[in-house]
């Protein structure tokens, strides 16, 4: 079983749609991470958190300790968006294990 | 403030040859990641460095692969002899925080072909 999972593996939407990815992680955490990976290109830090909300811009990540659970909200989305994003977290044993990936399409 | 650097960006061999990759972390960054991605998969971490010393290496392959960061500055990876199944994405991360707390910055990666 994987520390980090995520759902869905796979989503297409619609220009405009807002867009929800999930992540549940089974170990003890310091911090989660939410990370963009576009076709081809390396890696991009979009969100560190270990409580509450953070949000930049049309993005919002949220994250409930007690549940294990975070979400990736992006609102009025773009086909700029269209890339994978990578959950990950940080944990109390400072490993760091990272999630398969949620492949975003945004359709125009 | 300069990224993470990479490079080879891209490296196509034959099974059995030799490769070695290099990256230069984020000044003053203390952590230094390598990572192997392969398609359709998330990273996995490969070997951690604080400074010059090796913090986790559980997962390297060390029949094959070998990683050094003699000055606690930049590294390099090295495959001897790679194999079809080495064919990935290799990514180098560095942090300014100790052990993996932190934020970590992303290199743009080598893609390595073996064919």
């Known amino acids: 079983k994987n520390e980090v999972e995520q759902s869905p593996q796979n989503l297409t939407a619609q220009e405009g749609e807002f867009i929800t990815i999930n992540c549940s992680y089974s170990?003890?955490?310091?911090?989660l991470h939410w990370l963009q990976q576009h076709p081809g290109g390396g890696i991009v830090s979009l969100f560190m958190?270990?409580?509450g909300k953070k949000k930049h811009g049309r993005l919002i990540a949220t994250i409930n300790i007690q549940e294990k659970h975070s979400s990736l909200h992006i609102t009025a989305s773009h086909p700029r968006d269209s890339a994978v994003y990578i959950c990950?977290?940080?944990?109390?044993?400072?490993?760091?294990?990272f999630g398969t990936g949620t492949s975003l399409t945004v359709i125009p | 403030e300069a990224g993470v650097a990479q490079s080879p960006r891209y490296k196509i061999i034959e099974k059995r040859q030799s490769v070695a990759f290099w990256c230069n972390p984020i000044?003053?960054?203390?952590?230094l990641y390598w990572y192997q991605q392969i398609l359709g998969q998330g990273p996995k971490l490969l070997i951690q460095?604080?400074?010059?010393?090796?913090?986790?290496d559980s997962q390297l392959p060390k029949d094959r692969f070998s990683a050094e960061r003699l000055k606690g500055v930049d590294s390099t990876l090295k495959i001897q002899p790679a194999k079809l199944e080495d064919s990935a994405v290799y990514l180098c991360?560095?942090?300014?925080?100790?052990?993996?707390?932190?934020?970590?910055?992303f290199g743009p990666g080598t893609r390595l072909t073996v064919t």
């Open positions: 991360a560095s942090s300014s925080t100790r052990q993996g707390a932190g934020e970590q910055y």
């Open positions: 000044s003053g960054h203390a952590t």
């Open positions: 170990v003890g955490i310091s911090a």
């Open positions: 460095f604080q400074n010059n010393g090796v913090v986790d």
């Open positions: 990950a977290v940080s944990s109390t044993g400072n490993q760091f294990y």
């Open positions: 958190l270990s409580s």
